[in-house]
Structure formats: structure tokens, C-alpha cells
């Protein structure tokens, strides 16, 4: 499919879900949002489409997205009061994967209905649904 080179050989359309080896710690944890240090993984200046979760009794999805700037995005997340009232319901969770521009917001429009997310996409988050094909990759787990 080419999410993260340039072969475009194959169709989104009839695509098997692509792993997008979501970013994890060197111990090969997901990242907590709260400690969270964008420098210090990277994360600053490179795009690509991140996610965020709540642990505890009844884990959900909260949010997905897709950026320019992965470390600002991450932050402006942290900063979101919604987003954020996850926290105390086992902690906020994320990752990140560095997709190709081209196939960010159809795999953003595939894991938002897959997921399920509950808080809605944020001014400048928003995916025209008619004009963007889903691109099938597997969730974070």
C-alpha cells in the first residue's frame, strides 16, 4: 500500500488491514500521555497519525488524529479539558505512527469508526467523509 514508502502498486479499497507499527517504548510499553516527553522520542517536526486511550474498569478510545507535528499534537491533546478528563479513569494512554501524508486522514476515518472514539475531532481535525477513502490499518493493541 506504501503507507510509509512510495509504492503505490496496490488498492486502499481492497486492502487487507496494514500494521502501521505503532510506537511504542524501548521496554515495549505504550507511551503515558501525562509523561509524555515529545524531544525526548522524537516526536517534534514529524507527522503522521497518533492515538489516545483510557485504561481502567471500562477502557475506551478517546481520540484519533493525524498531524504535521506529532509532538505539538500530542501536547495540545494533553492540554484539551475533554480529552484530558480521561485521565483519572486509569490513565491516558498513546502512540503514534509516522504515515505517509497521503494516507493519513483515511486511516484517521478507518480508526475513528473502527474505535469508536468518544471525544469528536477538534477544530482543524475534521475529515470530509465524502471526499476520503478509509485506508484499513490495525489499532494499537
Excluded at 57 to 77: F, K, N, T
Excluded at 80 to 91: A, H
Aim: aromatic content about 10%.
Amino acid at each position: 500500500m506504501g503507507l510509509f514508502s512510495s509504492d503505490d502498486s496496490s488498492s486502499v479499497s481492497n486492502a487487507v488491514a496494514v500494521d502501521p507499527a505503532w510506537a511504542k517504548s524501548p521496554k515495549g510499553h505504550f507511551h503515558r500521555l501525562i509523561s509524555l516527553e515529545p524531544d525526548q522520542v522524537g516526536l517534534p517536526g514529524q507527522g503522521g497519525v497518533y492515538v489516545v486511550w483510557h485504561k481502567g474498569v471500562r477502557p475506551e478510545w478517546v481520540y484519533v488524529a493525524s498531524d504535521d507535528d506529532l509532538g505539538q499534537a500530542l501536547m495540545r491533546a494533553l492540554d484539551d479539558e475533554e480529552i484530558f478528563s480521561y485521565e483519572p479513569r486509569g490513565g491516558l494512554w498513546c502512540t503514534w505512527s509516522f504515515i505517509r501524508p497521503e494516507y493519513r486522514d483515511g486511516a484517521v476515518l478507518y480508526l475513528r469508526r473502527l474505535l469508536k472514539t468518544v471525544v469528536e475531532p477538534r477544530p482543524g481535525d475534521e475529515i470530509d467523509e465524502e471526499k476520503v477513502k478509509p485506508v484499513a490499518v490495525l489499532p494499537p493493541g
